[in-house]
């Protein structure tokens, strides 16, 4: 129940960012040994989309050659460089550290471009003369 309620506020703590960011990436957690089993690939939202800024993060991961545990949830910081990201973080599922590396990059959503036309006057005009002809 502790882990749940750690990554709610984590999530929200996210979500409030004023210009979140999205990565997608590969993820490696710290085991007992170092096998492909704790190779993965991670989503992950940051804080920030910001160029050469430091950012929280939440996010998701699948570690597809693992025996146990092939899910895992966790929160990290890292730092963003040109659409790379680099993370350091905690699998809560796994309950173990672990890094990840990926592209980031956000979703800008222009509330000007909705209300542009898309046939302007003259393209109207054109048409109505040659209907006419």
Do not use: H, R
Not at 91 to 115: C, H, K, M, R, W
């Amino acid at each position: 129940m502790k882990k749940i309620l750690i990554l709610s506020i984590a999530f929200g703590v996210v979500s409030l960012c004023a210009k979140p960011a999205f990565m997608g990436g590969l993820t490696y957690k710290f085991g007992a040994d170092n096998s492909l089993e704790n190779l993965g690939t991670t989503v992950k939202v940051l804080s920030s989309d910001e160029d050469k800024k430091a950012v929280v993060s939440a996010g998701a991961s699948y570690y597809p050659w693992a025996k146990k545990k092939q899910f895992g949830i966790d929160v990290g910081v890292g730092y963003s460089i040109k659409n790379v990201n680099v993370q350091a973080g905690w699998d809560f599922i796994a309950n173990q550290p672990a890094v990840s590396l990926g592209y980031a990059g956000s979703i800008n959503i222009d509330e000007t471009s909705t209300n542009k036309k898309v046939i302007d006057e003259e393209t109207i005009k054109n048409c109505k003369n040659k209907e006419e002809n």
